[in-house]
């Protein structure tokens, strides 16, 4: 089903994304968190969701938006598909202007988190400027903006996320690890700072089979891991029934902790 587009307003106080294609203004990437992994799989759209959810229990505005324009469905892994509101192939910003409240108002909710969704099937991916837009109206109208890319070569095409703090799923397998590692160098070079590596445990391995040690990968990337997300078979239970996230489980809950306390370190508050 070809879903209706929406015209955003574009009062005087909105963002002009013709002006800043090439990158976000300088406050839009203090609050605005990039996530990918380099391995496919590794759950990076459940974990930037939940890091959402819990940046929205400790009393902060969140926007989740999803930028992975190859693959998109965040709203069908949160199960929330079926409600009304804004998607990326839906939104028609004219002369590349839009407001964020205007935005947030249209977001369909997830766990008080405002969700702006990509639905490749639904029409044609977004223009650059109209991205651009759009994450800056979000940032300005929201505490902090999680923005899940899928991988991290997407930062090509998406370059006003270059500048933003990232977050790199690292699976904890020889290939994985190696592949994390030229993230990291990538990011490093285009970037301003290191990003925050987290690593993860692939399903149906052990610690026999091929899962390389969180000491061990810290060294080889030359990063200390934020925390270790473990299989959840519960959690991925309930995703492929269309379910949604139920809850922020124990194989979780100490990574997404670290990185939300290390976005607000990064916000210059504390967390409440």
């Given at each position: 089903?070809t879903?209706p587009?929406?015209?955003?307003?574009?009062?005087?106080?909105?963002?002009?994304?013709?002006?800043?294609?090439?990158?976000?203004?300088?406050?839009?990437?203090?609050?605005?968190?990039?996530?990918?992994s380099?391995?496919?799989?590794?759950?990076?759209?459940?974990?930037?969701?939940?890091?959402?959810?819990?940046?929205?229990?400790?009393?902060?505005?969140?926007?989740?938006?999803?930028?992975?324009?190859?693959?998109?469905?965040?709203?069908?892994?949160?199960?929330?598909?079926?409600?009304?509101?804004?998607?990326?192939q839906?939104?028609?910003?004219?002369?590349?202007?839009?407001?964020?409240?205007?935005?947030?108002?249209?977001?369909?909710?997830?766990?008080?988190?405002?969700?702006?969704a990509?639905?490749?099937?639904?029409?044609?991916?977004?223009?650059?400027?109209?991205?651009?837009?759009?994450?800056?109206?979000?940032?300005?109208?929201?505490?902090?903006?999680?923005?899940?890319?899928?991988?991290?070569?997407?930062?090509?095409s998406?370059?006003?996320?270059?500048?933003?703090?990232?977050?790199?799923?690292?699976?904890?397998?020889?290939?994985?690890?190696?592949r994390?590692?030229?993230?990291?160098?990538?990011?490093?070079?285009?970037?301003?700072?290191?990003?925050?590596?987290?690593g993860?445990?692939?399903?149906g391995?052990?610690r026999?089979?091929?899962?390389?040690?969180?000491?061990?990968?810290s060294?080889?990337?030359?990063?200390?891991?934020?925390?270790?997300?473990?299989?959840?078979?519960?959690?991925h239970?309930?995703?492929?029934e269309?379910?949604?996230?139920?809850?922020?489980?124990?194989?979780s809950?100490?990574?997404?902790?670290?990185?939300?306390?290390?976005?607000?370190?990064?916000?210059?508050?504390?967390?409440?």
């Amino acid at each position: 089903m070809t879903m209706p587009r929406v015209v955003c307003p574009s009062p005087v106080s909105s963002v002009d994304g013709n002006q800043s294609i090439g990158t976000l203004t300088h406050a839009g990437c203090r609050n605005t968190v990039v996530f990918s992994s380099a391995s496919g799989g590794a759950g990076t759209s459940v974990f930037a969701a939940m890091v959402a959810w819990r940046l929205a229990q400790r009393k902060l505005q969140c926007a989740l938006v999803d930028c992975d324009f190859a693959a998109g469905g965040i709203d069908v892994l949160l199960g929330i598909e079926n409600e009304p509101g804004l998607r990326f192939q839906t939104v028609d910003i004219p002369l590349g202007k839009t407001e964020g409240a205007a935005l947030n108002g249209e977001l369909p909710q997830w766990e008080r988190v405002g969700v702006l969704a990509s639905q490749p099937w639904n029409g044609s991916d977004p223009e650059p400027w109209t991205v651009s837009a759009v994450l800056e109206a979000l940032a300005q109208a929201n505490d902090v903006v999680v923005v899940d890319i899928g991988a991290p070569s997407a930062l090509h095409s998406l370059p006003m996320l270059r500048q933003c703090r990232q977050v790199v799923l690292a699976e904890l397998t020889v290939l994985g690890l190696a592949r994390a590692r030229a993230a990291r160098a990538m990011m490093i070079r285009q970037g301003e700072s290191r990003p925050i590596m987290v690593g993860v445990v692939p399903r149906g391995l052990s610690r026999r089979g091929g899962v390389v040690d969180a000491h061990e990968a810290s060294e080889y990337l030359h990063e200390e891991l934020a925390g270790v997300v473990a299989p959840d078979r519960g959690l991925h239970g309930d995703v492929l029934e269309g379910l949604g996230i139920r809850a922020i489980g124990k194989s979780s809950r100490k990574a997404v902790d670290a990185v939300v306390g290390a976005i607000e370190t990064g916000l210059g508050g504390d967390v409440p």
